[in-house]
């Protein structure tokens, strides 16, 4: 029932920047807690950052130490779009990009998963 599909993905120059949206479909709740994901073949995956709205109004954000400062985690109050803004783009950010989402208004866990967008930066 519940989709998440990503959009945005492109190529860009380093330093260039890039926005990729998340549209989830069938919730009838906002889900606790949305991720996006990144990762490269033939390495794990990267949890880039997350936002957690279980205990707060806007919203609790993290990141990885290798995106903070450079990318942004926003969601609408339906939690029907989740977005990443990235700015300041390397090389080595390069990757698929998946979002992901729980399967519950109370929980976080990585329940629903898109099929990932291609995010290709060049020098």
Same mark, same amino acid.
């Given at each position: 029932?519940?989709?998440?599909?990503?959009? #945005?993905?492109?190529?860009?120059?380093? @330093?260039?920047?890039?926005?990729?949206?998340?549209?989830?479909?069938?919730?009838?709740?906002?889900?606790?807690?949305?991720?996006?994901?990144?990762?490269?073949?033939?390495?794990?995956?990267?949890?880039?950052?997350?936002? !957690?709205?279980? #205990?707060?109004? !806007? #919203?609790?954000? !993290?990141?990885?130490?290798?995106?903070?400062?450079?990318?942004?985690?926003?969601?609408? !109050?339906? #939690?029907?779009?989740?977005?990443?803004?990235?700015n300041s783009?390397?090389?080595?950010?390069?990757?698929?990009?998946?979002?992901? @989402?729980?399967?519950?208004?109370?929980?976080?866990?990585?329940?629903?998963?898109?099929? @990932?967008?291609?995010?290709?930066?060049?020098?």
């Amino acid at each position: 029932q519940v989709r998440l599909v990503e959009s #945005g993905g492109g190529s860009v120059q380093a @330093g260039g920047s890039l926005r990729l949206s998340c549209a989830a479909s069938g919730y009838t709740y906002r889900p606790g807690c949305m991720y996006w994901f990144r990762q490269v073949p033939g390495k794990e995956r990267e949890r880039v950052a997350s936002i !957690n709205t279980i #205990g707060t109004t !806007n #919203g609790t954000t !993290n990141y990885a130490d290798s995106v903070k400062g450079r990318f942004t985690i926003s969601q609408d !109050n339906t #939690g029907n779009t989740l977005s990443l803004q990235m700015n300041s783009l390397k090389v080595e950010d390069t990757a698929i990009y998946y979002c992901a @989402g729980s399967n519950s208004r109370y929980r976080c866990a990585y329940d629903y998963w898109g099929q @990932g967008t291609q995010v290709t930066v060049s020098s």
